[in-house]
């Protein structure tokens, strides 16, 4: 816990319930954002961890993404999981209405998923597929590049780019 200081510098000396009033526990308000950032409301109105959520969150990798969302079937996942897999920030929740951008606005819509599986021969109700069957496809390695969720920012790389393309600008 950290106890937080008036602008004199005088919280050291804080007695009783002002004192508890001050103190800010950063581990416990470190848990409290994760868990509000993934938790999922249930039909009983308590708050829940959505651990498929939370998993993609930790994948640097649309391969990574693919095993986790696919794990109990050799990673390989259905058309419904692709497009979750595709949409992680508006992965539903058990209490969230399906509001989804049209699908003329989205590169990555349902339709698109349903014509890789419709290419690829397989039936999106019943077949899944693997992540190679995806990337070895055109349209599929279009929908993999178009998606940016499991991208790692190179910052250095980026600041050097900038640098060489200054020049001798920057050069005082």
């Known amino acids: 816990a950290v106890v937080i200081e008036d602008w004199e510098g005088e919280g050291e000396g804080m007695q009783g319930e002002s004192a508890k009033a001050q103190r800010f526990d950063l581990v416990k308000a470190r848990k409290d954002g994760l868990f509000a950032a993934l938790a999922t409301r249930t039909s009983t109105s308590a708050r829940r961890l959505n651990h498929r959520r939370f998993i993609l969150y930790a994948c640097?990798?649309?391969?990574?993404?693919?095993?986790?969302?696919?794990?109990?079937?050799?990673?390989?996942?259905?058309?419904?999981?692709?497009?979750?897999l595709l949409h992680r920030?508006?992965?539903?929740?058990?209490?969230?209405?399906?509001?989804?951008?049209?699908?003329?606005?989205?590169?990555?819509?349902?339709?698109?998923?349903?014509?890789?599986?419709?290419?690829?021969?397989?039936d999106p109700d019943k077949d899944r597929v693997h992540y190679l069957m995806v990337a070895?496809?055109?349209?599929?390695?279009?929908?993999?590049?178009?998606?940016e969720l499991y991208r790692v920012n190179d910052v250095y790389a980026l600041l050097k780019a900038k640098l060489d393309e200054a020049g001798d600008a920057l050069d005082i």
């Open 136 to 147: 070895n496809h055109p349209l599929g390695m279009r929908l993999l590049q178009a998606c």
């Open 89 to 122: 920030e508006e992965l539903p929740l058990p209490e969230e209405a399906d509001v989804a951008v049209p699908a003329v606005a989205d590169p990555l819509s349902m339709e698109v998923v349903l014509r890789l599986f419709r290419e690829l021969n397989c």
């Open 60 to 84: 640097d990798s649309v391969p990574k993404a693919f095993a986790a969302t696919g794990f109990r079937a050799d990673g390989r996942v259905s058309a419904r999981e692709l497009y979750e």
